[in-house]
């Protein structure tokens, strides 16, 4: 397989966009993919590594743009990433988020770069560089050992893992295969997933092409290849991820009704309190009172005998 790791990182935001976004922690609630070709002046075409649309808080759309590095965030890195916002913006018309992921430390990374004297060039760097993944790694497949259930997002993190890792990656490999196929996970569709993102690593890491048929035994690879209807899949995913928009939509709406009717009950309480007390203080009629504060005579008698 060539480039793997692209292959690893661009697989993953093209079918596990909303849970790959969630997993990075990236602002915004995940959209779709935009595509990642924006031919410049000079007669190139660059190709970017991930470019999505994300909707923000305020209801506006931004361009997530990622590109991933295994080698030393530079200046030429920076110039290379803002380049691609500035083809991404003319394109789309819409603000561009640049996100740089790398295995290398973070004390490694040149994360500002001035473009000219009034632009200044920031992305998010996000190092996977971590002492303690093997820690983070061994408590996982104890987990998936014990048939525990893994979230989606946890079922993501067990397989970038290695990409962690700052040593031993190869072994890393080897303990998340003998657990990835019997991994208990809801949506099979993901599972799925995780196993084809899992043969990119495989590539990346293993030490011979025996290795390599081996460890594609192990997560079962062919089977699941051929069993498996990508298109189906697709569209059960996109079934649910529907659903899951429909629901929070819907709950949204039935939590602002009930929100709103709660405000108008306490809302009355404390308008009552005041009917009460004025009516306690300066013995105002209670037909003066109702007119004063919006109440009907017989709700403030129901109150006084209550």
């Known amino acids: 397989m060539n480039n793997p790791e692209d292959t690893f990182m661009k697989r993953q935001f093209t079918y596990l966009g909303d849970i790959a976004h969630e997993f990075y922690n990236l602002p915004g609630e995940y959209i779709g993919s935009e595509c990642n070709e924006y031919p410049n002046v000079d007669g190139g075409i660059p190709r970017a590594d991930i470019v999505y649309e994300v909707r923000m808080e305020d209801g506006s759309i931004c361009i997530i743009n990622i590109e991933d590095e295994t080698s030393y965030v530079n200046a030429d890195t920076l110039k290379k990433s803002y380049n691609y916002k500035t083809n991404i913006y003319y394109k789309t018309k819409n603000p561009v988020i640049s996100v740089i992921t790398t295995t290398l430390p973070e004390d490694k990374c040149l994360?500002?770069?001035?473009?000219?004297?009034?632009?200044?060039?920031?992305?998010?760097?996000?190092?996977?560089?971590?002492?303690n993944t093997w820690k983070k790694l061994n408590s996982m497949i104890t987990k998936a050992k014990n048939q525990e259930e893994f979230s989606e997002i946890e079922g993501l993190e067990l397989i970038n893992l290695p990409r962690f890792c700052c040593e031993n990656q190869e072994k890393a490999i080897e303990v998340i295969c003998s657990v990835l196929y019997d991994l208990k996970i809801e949506d099979p569709y993901v599972k799925n997933e995780l196993i084809y993102s899992m043969q990119c690593m495989i590539h990346k890491y293993a030490k011979t092409d025996e290795d390599i048929i081996r460890l594609e035994g192990m997560i079962r690879l062919r089977q699941v290849m051929k069993k498996r209807s990508p298109v189906l899949d697709a569209m059960e995913r996109q079934g649910v991820l529907k659903g899951r928009k429909q629901g929070?939509?819907?709950g949204r709406e039935e939590g602002i009704k009930k929100g709103r009717e709660e405000g108008i009950k306490e809302g009355r309480e404390e308008g009552m309190k005041k009917v009460l007390k004025?009516?306690?203080?300066?013995g105002t009629p209670i037909d003066e009172l109702a007119e004063k504060y919006g109440y009907t005579v017989d709700e403030i008698l129901n109150t006084i005998i209550e």
């Open 111 to 131: 994360k500002e770069l001035w473009i000219s004297p009034t632009d200044l060039f920031k992305p998010f760097v996000i190092s996977l560089h971590d002492e």
């Open 248 to 250: 929070i939509k819907q």
């Open 278 to 282: 004025d009516l306690a203080n300066n």
